[in-house]
T-cell receptor, first 114, second 112 residues
Framework: DQQVKQNSPSLSVQEGRISILNCDYT??????FLWYKKYPAEGPTFLIS?????DKNEDGRFTVFLNKSAKHLSLHIVPSQPGDSAVYFC?????????????FGTGTRLQVFP | DVKVTQSSRYLVKRTGEKVFLECVQD?????MFWYRQDPGLGLRLIYF???????EKGDIPEGYSVSREKKERFSLILESASTNQTSMYLC???????????FGPGTRLTVL
């Protein structure tokens, strides 16, 4: 059972426009969410995170929004740049069980074209 | 800066061989993890460890074992490699104070 879902396997956006990547989760115990970016033949790199006590977190061109009632989070990239082309994974954890494990989605491949 | 290194970037092995994948982190992190990444399946947790000599099974431990003799080093062992273990293997580490994991560059393993 996939607890973290990224239903769009790919997304194509023009340079300068906004990229919106979506993620849904099923476990209401999740209280910390992260986004990772992965280039081919490299390990994922941490991008941005959000705690469930917030509904928005911003870092430069990257903003993550959390809608707890809908069990949905999204990553906004504005403006999109060709270097943003990569696979993006969302991940979630549950501090109550405190296992330090992350549950990952299946990823969305973002392509930013000129 | 957190640094997680993996012993090989690319590895080719034959079916039935014993394979060792090594991971070292330099940030004194308590937690270490082994994942595999396959197209359309995301990152799946194989094993993890909270402390030296401790290990816990992840979601897909079958066919794998691990060893953590020192805090900074976490090894993944394929006792008898099979073709369905061809994959990208990723090691990660994290502090017990935060859930943010930091990944190594990955090892692309091909089993022929």
């Amino acid at each position: 059972d996939q607890q973290v879902k990224q239903n769009s396997p790919s997304l194509s956006v023009q340079e300068g426009r906004i990229s919106i990547l979506n993620c849904d989760y099923t476990n209401s115990m999740f209280d910390y969410f992260l986004w990772y970016k992965k280039y081919p033949a490299e390990g994922p790199t941490f991008l941005i995170s959000i705690s469930s006590i917030k509904d928005k977190n911003e870092d430069g061109r990257f903003t993550v929004f959390l809608n707890k009632s809908a069990k949905h989070l999204s990553l906004h990239i504005v403006p999109s740049q060709p270097g943003d082309s990569a696979v993006y994974f969302c991940a979630a954890s549950d501090s109550i069980t405190n296992t330090d494990k992350l549950i990952f989605g299946t990823g969305t491949r973002l392509q930013v074209f000129p | 800066d957190v640094k997680v290194t993996q012993s090989s970037r690319y590895l080719v092995k034959r079916t039935g061989e014993k394979v060792f994948l090594e991971c070292v982190q330099d940030m004194d992190h308590e937690n270490m993890f082994w994942y595999r990444q396959d197209p359309g399946l995301g990152l799946r947790l194989i094993y993890f460890s909270y402390d030296v000599k401790m290990k816990e099974k992840g979601d897909i431990p079958e066919g794998y074992s691990v060893s953590r003799e020192k805090k900074e080093r976490f090894s993944l062992i394929l006792e008898s490699a099979s073709t369905n273990q061809t994959s990208m293997y990723l090691c990660a580490s994290s502090s017990s104070r935060t859930d943010t994991q930091y990944f190594g560059p990955g090892t692309r393993l091909t089993v022929l």
